[in-house]
């Protein structure tokens, strides 16, 4: 094999090699224990891609919320859909983008599909909610009866002021899916 054409592999090697990673939103964990996320490697930026199990301390704020911590780099988002309300009502309270970024399952997201989540995501930290409940699917009748599914997940909407703290709201809903035993929001 010739000079020039071990120069066309590696540069394609290089090119798709940049092209791949590029396409995913990668889950760093920050100095302070929480979730954050980039398109970069977590070393180049000073970024633990794991922690070792360590517990969270709860300040009075996380308590007032009814926010849990979980065990860094370990756990799930949350394990019920009531304590996924909680975590999202918290990370609201508290303006913290990443926590809440934290509750939303990118697994196999693209960096054009995440972003838009992300934006998302940052305008609901930007505003006090009004409301967050768990909306429950409606159940299927059969024959006049009605047969709720179980297993059916429901919906999270977050209602917020559109600006300010007067005019217009905004509803926000999301789906809850159960990934690897845990809720997230997606």
Not at 3 to 32: F, K, N, P, W
Request: hydrophobic share 40%; aromatic share 4%; proline share 5%.
């Amino acid at each position: 094999m010739g000079r020039v054409m071990r120069a066309v592999i590696s540069c394609v090697t290089m090119l798709l090699a940049s092209v791949s990673a590029q396409a995913e939103i990668i889950r760093c964990t920050g100095t302070d224990g929480g979730d954050v996320y980039t398109d970069r490697s977590c070393e180049s930026m000073g970024l633990a891609s794991k922690l070792p199990a360590l517990l969270v301390q709860p300040d009075e704020a996380m308590l007032a919320t009814g926010y849990a911590p979980r065990e860094l780099g370990v756990g799930c988002a949350a394990r019920s859909p009531e304590a996924m309300r909680n975590a999202v009502h918290g990370a609201i309270e508290r303006r913290d983008l990443n926590a809440l970024t934290g509750l939303y399952n990118f697994n196999g997201s693209s960096s054009r599909s995440a972003t838009p989540v992300v934006r998302r995501l940052d305008r609901l930290t930007r505003r006090a909610a009004l409301e967050i409940e768990l909306v429950n699917p409606e159940a299927q009748s059969l024959f006049d009866v009605v047969m709720p599914d179980p297993d059916a997940m429901p919906s999270l909407r977050i209602v917020q002021h559109a600006v300010g703290n007067d005019g217009p709201t905004r509803i926000e809903n999301f789906q809850l899916s159960r990934a690897a035993g845990c809720i997230w929001l997606r």
